[in-house]
Nanobody
Framework: QVQLVESGGGLVQAGGSLRLSCATS????????MAWFRQAPGKERDFVAA????????YYADSVKGRFTITRDNGQNAVYLDMNSLRPEDTAVYYC?????????????????WGQGTQVTVSS
């Protein structure tokens, strides 16, 4: 049974930082691509960032580029999202996703496994 469990969400003031973690069951190195998505209330789930198997390639949504950093530690079976300069519009439930197929992708259908999400709230 594959499990992805997010943690690290919370309430932070605008301009602050948070680090999200996603713990995976099994070997994280088996996931060719991992990603973070987010969903704000009443909105669709949107792509945030993706990383390939060994972390050598990453891709970001324009809205977070330069502020967020995705990394992974296959030895710890985990992927992380460091979020800096947070804005109220970053408020959302953040989801970790993983897939065994090659190539970085930004669509929901490109990821087979998902976590339950962690809430991030940025106050103004």
């Amino acid at each position: 049974q594959v499990q992805l469990v997010e943690s690290g969400g919370g309430l932070v003031q605008a301009g602050g930082s948070l680090r999200l973690s996603c713990a995976t069951s099994g070997r994280a190195s088996s996931w060719e691509r991992m990603a973070w998505f987010r969903q704000a209330p009443g909105k669709e789930r949107d792509f945030v960032a993706a990383i390939n198997r060994y972390g050598g390639s990453t891709y970001y949504a324009d809205s977070v580029k330069g502020r967020f950093t995705i990394t992974r530690d296959n030895g710890q079976n985990a992927v992380y999202l460091d979020m800096n300069s947070l804005r109220p519009e970053d408020t959302a439930v953040y989801y970790c996703a993983a897939d065994q197929r090659l190539g970085l992708r930004t669509t929901i259908s490109s990821y087979e496994f998902w976590g339950q999400g962690t809430q991030v709230t940025v106050s103004s």
